[in-house]
């Protein structure tokens, strides 16, 4: 479909594609949470932390009372203006803020238009950045891990990087993915900011316990480091991989939520919805974090998907119909995300 949104045509079917798939009556559930609770207890998070957005930092507990989703693609390669309707949409929804992945470098003018789509939506947008997985560029072949590093520090400060992220393996860890991995540990040791990771869509749970290997040895601070896509381990309906995780004081990354990804017809909410029960009844919903890794145009609301509403709209019903109670769904879809993404900016 044409997406420009000069076409008065596409201008009309877009704000009916909005209000007939509900556009902000999914906030409810959510919001009405978030409010019963406005005065809960603050935020754990260490004195002088902020969580820094594509426009500012902004204190942890005052990143609005929605949800906050730790691995969206925002600027999914369409235009900005249809991008702004969609996110604002999300926002009405019971969304706060999202968190921007790069697989790379980004194009030029993405920053400018995540600072625009944030500034017109009224949703908060953190950029994170970093490398993806093998294959790399070719220059990190030849790269030290100091230089890397150095880099990723660079980067981070021009670019106003609020995470490192997404940093991914493949099913077998490739060495230079470990020589990336030890840099970014690197960089995160040097500014605080928080990782989280892709595992292969496949499911892998071999893949996640690697990755939290390596950034332990390196000293990589639990609460600022997501292992993702681990509702993507489909033969661990359990959820005993992730409960190791969860038990090594890291947050588990349900970040593939709500949607259809690559996994096959055996990927389904159900699934997913048994695993976030298993580990919210093993004691560790402190450690769950949620996202639906938008990145595809046919999950736009103006092409009849759910937006960046998947989690709030799609997922967030089926969790509350499996009996997950409101202060779980709070302390997930707002305390969690905002500890995880709170961080004590160092000098570098």
Known sequence: MDLNPKSERLQLSRREAMRLLGFGAGAAGVASSTRASASAQRLRVPKGAVVRTILKDVAPDHLGTGAALIHEHVTAGNDVNVLVDEVRASGQEG?????????????????????????????????????????????????????????????????????????????????????????????????????????????????????????????????????????????????????????????????????????????????????????IEAGFEDHVLLSSDFAHQQCLKSTWGAGYSTVTSIFVPKLRYAGVKEPTIRKILVDNPRRFLAFVPKSA
Not at 109 to 125: F, K, M, N, P, Q
Not at 182 to 199: E, M
Not at 217 to 224: F, H, I, L, M, S
Not at 234 to 253: C, M, N, Q, S, Y
């Open 95 to 279: 969304v706060s803020c999202l968190v921007d992945a790069a697989t790379g470098k980004r194009r030029p003018g993405a920053l400018e238009d995540l600072r625009t789509i944030s500034t017109r939506s009224g949703v908060h947008i953190v950029a994170a950045g970093g490398y993806f997985k093998a294959p790399y560029p070719p220059q990190i072949a030849q790269q030290s891990e100091e230089e890397i590093a150095a880099e990723l520090v660079q980067d981070a400060a021009v670019e106003r990087w609020g995470a490192f992220g997404e940093i991914g393996t493949s099913m077998e860890l490739q060495a230079d993915e470990r020589k990336v991995l030890r840099a970014v540990s690197k960089a995160h040791a040097r500014t605080g900011l928080p990782i989280f990771t892709h595992t292969e869509h496949q499911g892998c749970a071999s893949c996640a316990l690697a990755q939290l290997d390596l950034f332990e040895a390196q000293g990589v601070n639990a609460q600022n480091l997501c292992i993702g896509h681990m509702s993507d381990i489909l033969d661990d309906p359990k959820a005993e991989t992730h409960k190791t995780v969860a038990r090594r004081g890291v947050f588990v990354g349900f970040d593939t939520v709500g949607h259809q990804m690559l996994q096959g017809p055996k990927a389904t909410d159900a699934m997913k919805v048994k695993m976030v029960v298993a580990l």
